[in-house]
C-alpha cells in the first residue's frame, strides 16, 4: 500500500513509497492537517517501477505534464541573441511589428519564451536593436570619411562614398528591415537612440552635400542636396520591398545624388575617388558594384 497525495490544479502526482525514513508519515499528517485546501491525501495501490526515470529519491516520484525541449534552431547566428533578431526581423518585416509576440519570436528560434527574456526584457527592445543595426555601419563609415581632413578626398567624393556605403548596407541585410523605419512605434521617445544615430547620419549626409555642389541646380540652403542624396539612399528600402532592388542600385543612387549635387559632369572621377575611399577606410562593396560602368 502506497500513499499518494494529489497536487490539486496541476495534474501533478506525488507518490510516497511504503519505505519511507522513520518519521516521515507523521510528516505528512502534519502537512494535510496544515494545507487541506492545496494538499490532499489518499491511499491506494500504485504499481511499482512507473516513477521518474533516474529520480534520487526513490521515496518520492513526480508524475505529470512536463516542459518538453523545442527544436533546435536553424536561423543562422553564433549566439541565441543573433538567432532571436534573425527571427524578429523576418516576422516583423513579413507579418508585421504589431501582429508579431515575443512567443512567435522564440519559437521561431526554438526556444522558451522564458528563454527570450534573458536576452530582451521586451518586444521593442529587439525593435529598438533592429533599427540601430540599420545605420550603425553607414553612421559609423560617414564619421570616418567626414573626418578625413588632409585634402585628398573632395567633398563630393566623400558624399559618393557614403551613399554608396550607406545603400549597400541597406540592400545587403538578410532581412529588410528599413521598411520598419514607418512604424508608429518607430518615431517614439521609447526608441530616442535609433532616432538620434539615424539623425546624426542625416546631418552628415546635409553637411557633405553643402560642400560637395559645385554648381547648385537651384539656389537656396545647399544642405538640400544632402537631404535627398539621404532621402534616395533610404528609397532603396522601397524598391527592396517591390523587388526592384538590383546588386547595382546603391551606385546608381550615389550617382543619382551627385547629378543632383551638379557635379555630373564629373562623375567618373568622383566615382573612382569613392571607391578608393572605401577600400582606403577598410570597408568593402560588392564587386558588381564596383564594376558597374
Partial sequence: MEAI???????????????????????????????????????????????????????????GPGRPRTRESTRPGATAREEILDAAAELFTTQGYATTSTRAVADAVGIRQSSLYHHFATKDDILEELLTGTVAEGLAFARAASAIGDGTVSPAARLHAVALFDGTQLCSGRWNIGVLYHLPEARGERFRSFLADRGELRGLYRRLGSAAVPAPLWHGDARHHGELAFRLVESLVSLRADGQVTPDSPLQVADAAMVLCGAGSTLGTIRADSLALIARLGRDVPDPVAGTH
Avoid: D, W, Y
Fill in 5 to 63: 497525495g494529489v497536487l490539486r490544479n496541476t495534474g501533478q502526482l506525488i507518490v510516497f513509497q511504503s519505505e519511507v525514513p522513520l518519521g516521515f508519515h507523521g510528516r505528512k499528517r502534519l502537512m494535510s492537517r496544515l494545507f487541506p485546501p492545496c494538499f490532499g491525501v489518499s491511499r491506494g495501490r500504485h504499481r511499482a517501477g512507473r516513477g521518474s526515470p533516474g529520480c534520487k529519491n526513490e521515496a518520492v516520484t513526480l508524475t
